[in-house]
């Protein structure tokens, strides 16, 4: 049969746009449907923007820090408006960038929305198209749960096109998301309210590394509620008067619901093309990302695996090759490195202390270490970086890596390299340090604190 394309991909966002420029690449015909923009959540508002603002908050510590080295620095404020535009400016910069790979690569880029209508077949724009293969790469959207008021509640997406930056704010949640939201709200001058209805935020991380952030975070003046929950949102003339299940009422001019992303497939027609479903609207998959039609594929956020922009890469290059290249392999989801960049900064891979003891019992040794940087001693600041190693203690491997702390990440992508090849704590112990860095500590640590 002749189709228009062989592989048709909706949804331009990091995936898509990898899956479909790898396929052009291998000699694929290839059109890309989006009807928002391109680079999706990362680039628009994920990963990128976040980033951007994470570095715009850190600056009033910097201010306050340099003094001590011999500045004399005086600021005039902070404009939110400035931030904001100059993080959209980038964000359009990015979108051209994309149009321009998918362009170079041969991808025939469609705006609009497009709607499975079969197993070979979609339409976009009341155009009908054929596909050889089609890749469903819709990525996830932000979720607000119903109550009274929560409509004047905004969500992930929002936040970054604020108006003007509150005085007061509310972020509720407790995953990377709501962490690092009132990390950049709290550096910027608001004063921050994390609310989690959990015992402790970031469920399945390393325990020490949670505790350890909420001590920082606390230390910075964000103001930790857990075990609470919001009932209801009133607007008032000079803001929102917020209701907490406690009975406790509070005020702010922003509350900003982190708490959360689901699969994008509503209206995407998967029902018709018969694409089964899961329980929160993900597409179900097999090892292959194939879906059960045969000829329908899926990778990313919207299969709801491993929500980060570098899997959802993989995930694309696989399908692409596996289709188009004759080169059938497996994503490797071990020893997946990860960041919060929260403030301080997480970086982490492998297995928490609380994992590795549900795997392998007593057989683990476990290192810490916990120091004020260099950068600190100085400048009055009582921040302070944590790192910690999981080992087992029969193969002596390195099993799990975590830290708090400036360029955590950073920091941890090494590490995980060296993991990945499968060292051991006496390669770690061989490896010289570089001296003066915070991390020179994960090569010095000698002694366990529990084993």
């Not at 019992?361 to 476990?366: E, Y």
């Not at 100085?378 to 491997?397: I, W």
Request: proline fraction near 3%.
């Amino acid at each position: 049969m002749e189709y228009d394309y062989d592989f048709f991909v909706i949804g331009a966002g990091s995936g898509g746009v990898r899956a479909a420029r790898m396929a052009s690449s291998f000699g694929a015909k290839v059109a890309v449907a989006e009807n928002r923009y391109l680079g999706g959540t990362c680039v628009n508002v994920g990963c990128v923007p976040k980033k951007l603002f994470v570095y715009g908050s850190q600056f009033s510590k910097e201010i306050s820090v340099s003094k001590s080295f011999g500045w004399d620095v005086e600021t005039k404020g902070f404009s939110w408006e400035t931030l904001r535009d100059n993080k959209s400016a980038e964000i359009e910069r990015l979108n051209g960038v994309y149009e321009k790979i998918l362009g170079n690569a041969g991808v025939e880029i469609i705006n609009g929305t497009a709607v499975l209508e079969g197993a070979n077949q979609v339409r976009v724009n009341e155009k009908s198209y054929s596909a050889r293969y089609i890749l469903v790469a819709t990525g996830g959207w932000p979720f607000i749960p119903e109550f009274p008021g929560s409509e004047f509640a905004i969500d992930s997406n929002k936040f970054f096109y604020l108006d003007q930056l509150p005085e007061k704010a509310i972020v509720v949640g407790g995953g990377y998301i709501a962490v690092e939201f009132a990390g950049i709200l709290n550096g910027l001058g608001v004063d921050t309210t994390l609310m989690y209805r959990g015992p402790l935020f970031l469920r399945g991380f390393d325990t020490s590394v949670r505790e350890f952030l909420k001590e920082e975070m606390t230390e910075k003046g964000v103001n930790l509620q857990f075990e609470t929950q919001i009932s209801r949102i009133e607007q008032q003339a000079d803001g929102l008067e917020v209701s907490l299940e406690s009975g406790e009422t509070v005020f702010a001019n922003s509350v900003v619901y982190a708490t959360g992303r689901k699969p994008l497939t509503s209206g995407l027609g998967l029902d018709v093309a018969g694409v089964a479903t899961g329980s929160k609207g993900e597409v179900i998959v097999d090892e292959n990302y194939r879906t059960n039609i045969d000829s329908i594929y899926a990778i990313g956020d919207v299969i709801d695996r491993v929500a980060l922009t570098p899997v959802a890469l993989a995930e694309g290059m696989c399908v692409a090759n596996r289709l188009f290249n004759e080169n059938s392999y497996d994503v490797d989801y071990n020893l997946i490195p990860t960041a919060v960049f929260s403030q301080p900064n997480i970086g982490t891979v492998g297995l928490s202390e609380d994992q590795a003891r549900e795997e392998f019992g007593d057989d683990i040794k476990v290192f810490e270490s916990s120091f004020k940087p260099m950068k600190y001693t100085l400048g009055g600041s009582e921040e302070r970086t944590f790192m910690k190693l999981v080992v087992q203690s029969s193969t002596d491997k390195v099993i799990g890596a975590h830290m708090v702390g400036p360029d955590a990440g950073e920091i941890i992508q090494g590490i995980a390299i060296a993991m990945k090849a499968g060292a051991t704590k006496a390669v770690f112990d061989q490896t010289i340090g570089i001296h003066p860095t915070s991390a020179e500590e994960f090569v010095t640590m000698r002694e366990p604190v529990r084993s």
